[in-house]
């Protein structure tokens, strides 16, 4: 069944409407649609920010020459690029669907702990704030990366208490504290909240993808925010965990920090696996191919992301075993991602596709992430890594994975869920430009990045030898149309809500319980939990997806 509403399951309409005063966004609320809807704007502000500082850099890096900007401000603005996206992009737009979606995916009324989750938001505009603050104190910005590796994070030439990089810490250090309040509530709402009938094998992939994601955050962030801590204390109060002037080990930082950032890339990208297994199988009109070990891949995946990090360190003094076991262990990462791609292929294979603009940007970040694999590949080879290490070619395979993968996969889930948030229909046309723009600007941009690094040009640099220069000209280019590609996208969503024609209760005529609910759904989501009866994805089936009251 495709197009059940809490009509039809009820008999009756459901008595919570949904409220359309814009003020809400604004305000404390404790409902998990419009928590989510707070994450995915502030989110995407940011990713203005971020994006306005990518095109500067990119623009001085158009000629060879330092001539745009001073040296230091170049390492300042490349900081808060990094950070910006990753704290203030990835992390939150995710979380935002993850909270939309997944009380509505699962038959729940709200999150299991709604006041925490109403915190947990309102620390990331905190965090921005600070990380804002941080780029104008007298003491100067951070200019140490968005890994802020010591001894350089631990420079303070001003002597100032309070500089940009103590904030950017503390920055970190809220935005670490709300994910892990994040997880703590999604993991509990998982186990403990699903519907009558809702068993494990019957959660949809992305619920079981943010599952796995959130289990990662779990054991795995209060480390990076511990390491942050720590390198805050040996700034401020003189201790020497990371100080090699004091005895402390600059290294063991990089152990801290990778424990969780690598790990935080599957963080990222599962759920944008689990925007794939909702729309390809809607848009070819089959069931998902191979549904079971598609979800079981996504916790294999997070299981061995945990012993993966070490193949960042490979010229950082790691022995020779270890560079052996690490280089096993990360290149083992791929079978349970592969899987999930040929699950994709088959689903799509032999369907009726249908290439509206959800399915183009799933489609086209589809293969901009088999793209990535391959480079991450060659990067988990010691002897490739050692000599590609510290190159743009690791810059390079790292945009294919945040922007071409992820970025991409989020403007798929906006436009596909879209309807159900707004209960406005977007304008094709423009979507479809976004997608071309996009999917250009993308490939212009970082695959220039590969050849780059192969040659040997150095990242973090503001200055380069004359012979990286034509390659450096098209990556710009294609950061410049990545910048316009936006434009298409920002008029499309404000006039579509404000104008937008009515959607259907279910435009793409699609399986789950989110949308056998209004758009946009009630306050408390059903009028009646749902009994669910039915297999996920039984596109081409007449079994009924839940049970009637």
Do not use: C
Not at 404 to 416: L, S
């Amino acid at each position: 069944m495709t197009n059940i509403s809490v009509e039809d399951i009820t008999g009756h309409t459901p008595q919570h409407q949904p409220t359309t005063n814009w003020k809400q966004y604004f305000s404390f609320s404790t409902d998990h649609k419009v928590i989510g809807i707070q994450y995915i704007v502030t989110a995407f502000l940011l990713f203005l920010v971020g994006g306005l500082l990518a095109m500067i850099i990119r623009g001085e890096l158009i000629t060879p020459e330092s001539d745009l900007i001073d040296r230091s401000v170049y390492n300042a603005i490349f900081t808060m690029h990094g950070t910006v996206m990753l704290f203030g992009w990835t992390f939150p737009i995710l979380t935002g669907f993850a909270n939309y979606l997944v009380p509505l995916m699962i038959g729940a009324r709200d999150m299991a702990f709604p006041r925490l989750n109403a915190v947990a938001f309102w620390m990331i505009p905190i965090a921005a704030v600070l990380l804002m603050v941080s780029f104008f104190v007298p003491g100067g910005p951070a200019q140490a990366g968005w890994w802020s590796y010591p001894p350089v994070s631990l420079q303070n030439p001003t002597g100032n208490l309070i500089n940009g990089q103590v904030i950017w810490l503390l920055a970190v250090a809220v935005s670490g504290v709300s994910s892990i309040m994040g997880a703590i509530n999604f993991v509990t709402t998982i186990v403990k909240m699903r519907a009558p009938g809702m068993t494990y094998f019957r959660m949809p992939i992305f619920v079981w993808n943010v599952f796995s994601a959130q289990l990662i955050q779990l054991f795995g962030l209060p480390v990076l925010t511990a390491g942050a801590v720590m390198v805050l204390l040996d700034l401020t109060v003189g201790t020497s965990f990371f100080n090699p002037a004091k005895g402390g080990d600059p290294v063991l930082f990089q152990h801290f920090f990778w424990f969780y950032s690598h790990p935080a890339v599957y963080v990222i990208i599962l759920p944008v696996f689990g925007v794939f297994s909702e729309i390809f199988p809607a848009f070819a009109r089959k069931p998902l191919f191979g549904y079971k070990i598609v979800a079981i891949s996504s916790l294999l995946i997070a299981g061995v992301s945990g012993i993966v990090w070490v193949h960042h360190l490979y010229v950082s003094g790691t022995s020779g075993w270890m560079r052996m076991f690490f280089m096993l262990t990360t290149m083992f990462v791929s079978v349970p991602t592969g899987i999930k791609v040929f699950a994709w292929t088959a689903t799509i294979w032999g369907g009726k596709i249908r290439f509206d603009t959800p399915m183009l940007f799933a489609f086209g970040a589809l293969i901009l992430f088999v793209f990535a694999g391959i480079t991450g590949i060659t990067l988990s080879s010691v002897p490739i890594d050692v000599h590609v290490n510290n190159t743009y070619y690791v810059v390079g395979h790292f945009h294919y994975v945040l922007y071409g993968t992820v970025t991409m996969g989020m403007f798929a889930a906006i436009y596909f869920w879209f309807p159900k948030m707004t209960g406005r229909m977007y304008y094709e046309g423009l979507g479809k430009l976004h997608f071309a723009l996009a999917f250009i600007g993308t490939n212009l941009n970082f695959f220039p990045m590969h050849p780059l690094g192969l040659q040997g040009m150095l990242r973090r640099v503001s200055s380069y030898a004359p012979e990286y220069e034509f390659w450096n000209i098209i990556a710009s280019i294609g950061a410049f149309l990545l910048g316009v590609s936006t434009l298409p996208f920002i008029l499309n969503m404000i006039s579509s809500w404000m104008h937008g024609q009515q959607a259907p209760k279910n435009p793409w005529r699609a399986i789950g319980l989110e949308w056998i609910v209004a758009s946009p759904p009630p306050v408390e989501n059903f009028d009646q939990i749902p009994v669910v009866v039915g297999e996920p994805y039984s596109y081409g089936k007449s079994e009924p997806l839940v049970a009637d009251h």
